[in-house]
């Protein structure tokens, strides 16, 4: 009778069991860090249900995450972390640094190690044991923000350099050349993720226009990078002296070679090449041995919100504003500044003779294929309507002056007043995203008789009474202020903001919307 019953049990507890097991995998956990609010993480745990492939032939689009987490979007765009990097080579100094976590003997047996695996001379002195204690003591939180926008961007860097046969450690070269910012420009110029001069960029096939540098755009300048970094490397035979010619020049390590009286090796002929170039190797291989052993270190990087797998490319037929793409995608405009780097003005030009193109999400490839014939038709009739110079919808007695704080950017300010980051950048000369605290911008808010805070706003548009004559519409999964407006001929994305006093292109599921006023 006892066997019988624990029999009974076990059968019944494992039955349980694997129901368990089978029904979580039918959940999708996706964890959402925000680092910025009060220094604090925060975590938001969304559970997804998994429909059964045989039973769901339908495929739809799915909102992006959206749920994206903007603070972090900024962060990608901080120039912080270049500006850092940058200063930090120019002034390296090489003083004895105290970090007990780090004894010297287990410091030169891992550059044993990492000499061993790999082509560049990695020796234990001195002056590298400074830089590289000096990056853990002082430059941790740097270097684990770095390592975040690693996961973006390594995957395609280590497909260019392996296509050309570089070895696949110089991918760390682009942290100490701009600290993985797209759009990073020198006092002297040289631009992009591998800091390309114009005319070495013209050389090796990159172009820039009014509308687009393609020295800010990440595929296109890492494959140029890889072209000149072999053909360094075929003139020295010596990756060490390759790194040192890519950024001071080969003339300057010729120079330096001949004045240390003949050496070839990087640390016999340091004391002879520029400053930046001198703490240029030393940085390159601290970033190396902390990112090979970021584990040892305790360096806990958070995971990008984006990872380049999860992206795909459209080419465009027609010209195009990010912002446009923004609003009618349902994409946070600051990630598709940050997806496509290289349009200048944030417009992708339809050029004869060129193929540009617009990197999105990948669930959101198939919408904007689905839908391209609309797309461009209402881009079209935007640009025909476009304000010239100022938006239809302001004058001279509604701007606003707005001080720009700390923690505000483009993308920002753009949806607190209900416009786009364009409109900002035409009202106040802005050639670039960047903008300073303390800086006045001019301002036009679509509804100036608003409040712009959002809690304001969230408190009109709740009391917003509907007119029982009009039209209205239940959004659905999968809606957006662009798709509902497609489904009423002649009403408009703007028709329907104002007549819901809503300057935000986010929806609510089960929210209802007025769509006619008839």
Known sequence: MTLRLFLIAFLVSTTFGFAQTNDSTRIKSTTIKDTIIDGQSKLKKVVLPVIDSLS?????DHQLASEIDEKWLEELYSTSLYDTIYNSIREMKYDSIYYPELPTDTL?????????????????????????????????????????????????????????????????LAIVESALKPRAKSRVGATGLWQFMFATGKQFGLNVSSYVDERSDPIKSTEAASKYLASLYRIFGDWDLALSAYNSGPGNVSKAIRRSGGYQNYWNIRANLPRETAGYLPAFLATMYIFEYAKEHGLNPQKPEVTYIETDTVRVKEMI?????????????????????SYKLDIIPHIKGENYTLRLPR??????????DSIYK?????????????????????????????????????????????????????????ISIGKRLTIYPRNPG??????????????????????????????????ISQKFPGVSVQNIKDWN??????????????????
């Open 321 to 341: 504003t990010l912002d446009q793409v923004s609003e009618l995608l349902e994409v946070p405009m600051e990630e598709l500044q940050f997806l496509n780097p």
């Open 56 to 60: 769901q032939r339908t495929l739809e």
């Open 108 to 172: 030169k047996k891992r550059l044993i190690e990492l000499n061993a695996r790999t082509p560049f001379n990695i020796e234990y002195n001195t002056s590298l044991e400074s830089v590289i204690k000096n990056y853990l003591k002082n430059r941790k939180n740097h270097l684990e923000r770095l390592m975040a926008l690693s996961e973006y961007y390594f995957p395609m860097f280590e497909r260019e350099l392996d296509n050309h046969d570089i070895p696949l450690e110089v991918k760390y």
């Open 450 to 483: 608003s409040q712009s805070s959002a809690s304001t706003q969230k408190k009109a548009s709740s009391i917003t009474k509907i007119d029982p004559n009009a039209k209205t519409y239940k959004v659905k999964k999968g809606d957006s202020l662009w798709s």
């Open 378 to 434: 209402y881009v079209r009739a935007e640009f025909a309507k476009r304000e010239k110079p100022l938006p239809q919808f302001s004058d001279n007695d509604t701007k606003v002056s707005y001080r720009v704080r700390s923690g505000d950017y483009l993308g920002k300010i753009a949806r607190q007043y209900g416009v786009r980051v364009s409109q900002i950048k035409q009202w106040n000369g802005l050639r670039s995203n960047n």
């Open 363 to 372: 669930e959101k490839i198939g919408l904007f294929v689905t839908n391209e």
């Open 501 to 518: 006093n809503i300057n935000s292109s986010k929806l609510k599921i089960g929210m209802t919307l007025v769509v006619s006023k008839k």
